[in-house]
């Protein structure tokens, strides 16, 4: 399949008088992307394969510039929306399933992504004007992967119950990246999202109507963090 579409996002107002915009662009985006959905060995082998290619006019972005009260001298910390003038976000995606056996499943998929602002001169970083062109888009981790597998198996069968039972392992990898613009220029925690490992793991019974469930996450005790946030 082949897709070509537009997006858009209105313009708006800074609600503050003292900012020195006090408005921001309308954001536009073009999205082209083509890919694959198919299906082998009696559909026992799924693979499904996407190319991407986004470009984005006017990009909003959320950052925060300081001001100081002209009465009591305070100094504030105030959000605020800049326009990157052009950026772009490019990747492939890329998932496969099988079903070896009747009662055997997995799946994995793995996402490779190259988004940044390709211009980005004025950038408001607590209040002074960076240049981010050329760094990569916050939040954009360039690699993303997860794999699952599950095994069901019968417990007991009868006129009157059919209990199964199944086991199922899952991990996910994201990449490093940043939380925010701000971050984009420092480094260190916690301007630095580190990639990080989870695994999951699974076990329950089910029959007609119900289920039960036990699971464990984050079964290796990683310390990760996604975020954070300036107030």
Do not use: C
């Amino acid at each position: 399949y082949v897709t070509v579409s537009k997006g858009y996002k209105a313009g708006g107002l800074q609600f503050n008088p003292a900012l020195p915009e006090q408005s921001f662009k309308e954001e536009t985006l073009w999205n082209y992307e083509a890919g694959i959905r198919s299906f082998f060995f009696d559909r026992r082998l799924m693979l499904n394969m996407t190319a991407f290619y986004m470009d984005w006019k006017d990009l909003q972005v959320a950052s925060f510039t300081t001001l100081r009260d002209p009465v009591s001298g305070e100094i504030n910390l105030i959000e605020t929306t800049n326009n990157a003038a052009k950026a772009t976000s490019k990747g492939l995606e890329l998932e496969l399933a099988a079903q070896p056996t009747e009662q055997w499943y997995m799946n994995g998929a793995v996402g490779y992504l190259d988004a940044e602002f390709d211009s980005f001169p004025n950038a408001n970083i607590t209040g002074v004007n960076v240049d981010l062109s050329g760094r990569d888009i916050i939040r954009s981790a360039k690699w993303t992967m997860s794999f699952q597998s599950q095994y069901d198996f019968p417990i007991a069968t009868s006129s009157s119950l059919d209990l199964n039972g199944y086991i199922r392992g899952e991990w996910s990898y994201r990449s490093k990246t940043k939380p925010n613009i701000e971050a984009i220029v420092q480094t260190g925690f916690p301007n630095d999202i580190p990639s990080f490992h989870l695994v999951n793991f699974r076990s329950g019974v089910t029959t007609d109507g119900w289920r039960i469930e036990a699971y464990l996450e984050n079964a290796f005790n990683e310390n990760y963090f996604t975020g954070h946030s300036n107030f």
